[in-house]
């Protein structure tokens, strides 16, 4: 079982880093194979709505996104990490979710299995924000729940945590990092 974990803060080291490192603990200790890409590590550009996927399945855009897909296509399990900014996921991971495209074209346009294979995928998504104000999570759940469907990965589930906002905030939760060790042993055991 592979398990994908993607961070999407810009904050190496911030709340949402420390809580998908437990994640990705708690898979590797129901014996997954891990592996942890940082977005903000990588050169991604935003789609340009270019349409050079239409006719291929495949991204125009040479970048760090075409390893990105396949390390999408090569995982049984994703853990996708953001922040809240301004109401949203990172931009760091709508670039990443948007140029997704090409997988949306693949599974709507071309008929074939947008990651390439028919296994059974599921995402968990990780999130925190430094306010508490309803509906904080609701435009990134949006978001997530649209990219997860569209590769037809089941959703399994979120973490998410209000009020945190400075660096290393969530070590100060009750329990958050031990949810997040723990959601990473359910989420290779289902
Ligand atoms: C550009 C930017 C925009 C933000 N927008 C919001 C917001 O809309 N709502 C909120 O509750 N927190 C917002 N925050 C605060 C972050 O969600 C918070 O600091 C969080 O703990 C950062 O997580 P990280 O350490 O994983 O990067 C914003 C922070 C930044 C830098």
Redesign the pocket.
Same mark, same amino acid.
């Given at each position: 079982m592979r398990v994908l974990g993607i961070a999407g803060?810009?904050?190496r080291g911030?709340?949402?880093?420390l809580l998908l490192n437990e994640v990705m603990k708690g898979a590797a200790s129901r014996g997954a194979e891990v592996k942890t890409i940082i977005l903000s590590h990588l050169k991604i550009a935003p789609c340009q709505h270019c349409d050079g996927c239409l006719e291929t399945g495949r991204c125009k855009v040479e970048d760090d996104m075409q390893m990105v897909h396949s390390e999408l296509m090569k995982a049984d399990r994703i853990v996708l =990490?953001s922040?809240?900014?301004?109401?949203g996921v990172t931009a760091q991971a709508k670039a990443m979710i948007d140029r997704c495209q090409a997988l949306w074209v693949r599974k709507y346009v071309l008929k074939q299995p947008p990651l390439g294979d028919k296994r059974e995928r599921k995402g968990l998504f990780i999130s925190?924000?430094?306010?508490k104000?309803a509906n904080?999570f609701q435009p990134a759940l949006a978001t997530v729940k649209a990219l997860f469907k569209v590769l037809d990965i089941a959703y399994a589930g979120e973490l998410l945590f209000?009020g945190?906002?400075?660096?290393g =905030?969530?070590t100060k939760h009750p329990d958050a990092l031990k949810q997040a060790f723990l959601a990473g042993q359910k989420l290779v055991e289902d």
């Amino acid at each position: 079982m592979r398990v994908l974990g993607i961070a999407g803060s810009p904050r190496r080291g911030g709340n949402t880093d420390l809580l998908l490192n437990e994640v990705m603990k708690g898979a590797a200790s129901r014996g997954a194979e891990v592996k942890t890409i940082i977005l903000s590590h990588l050169k991604i550009a935003p789609c340009q709505h270019c349409d050079g996927c239409l006719e291929t399945g495949r991204c125009k855009v040479e970048d760090d996104m075409q390893m990105v897909h396949s390390e999408l296509m090569k995982a049984d399990r994703i853990v996708l =990490a953001s922040p809240v900014h301004f109401m949203g996921v990172t931009a760091q991971a709508k670039a990443m979710i948007d140029r997704c495209q090409a997988l949306w074209v693949r599974k709507y346009v071309l008929k074939q299995p947008p990651l390439g294979d028919k296994r059974e995928r599921k995402g968990l998504f990780i999130s925190v924000g430094g306010r508490k104000v309803a509906n904080l999570f609701q435009p990134a759940l949006a978001t997530v729940k649209a990219l997860f469907k569209v590769l037809d990965i089941a959703y399994a589930g979120e973490l998410l945590f209000p009020g945190i906002d400075e660096k290393g =905030a969530i070590t100060k939760h009750p329990d958050a990092l031990k949810q997040a060790f723990l959601a990473g042993q359910k989420l290779v055991e289902d």
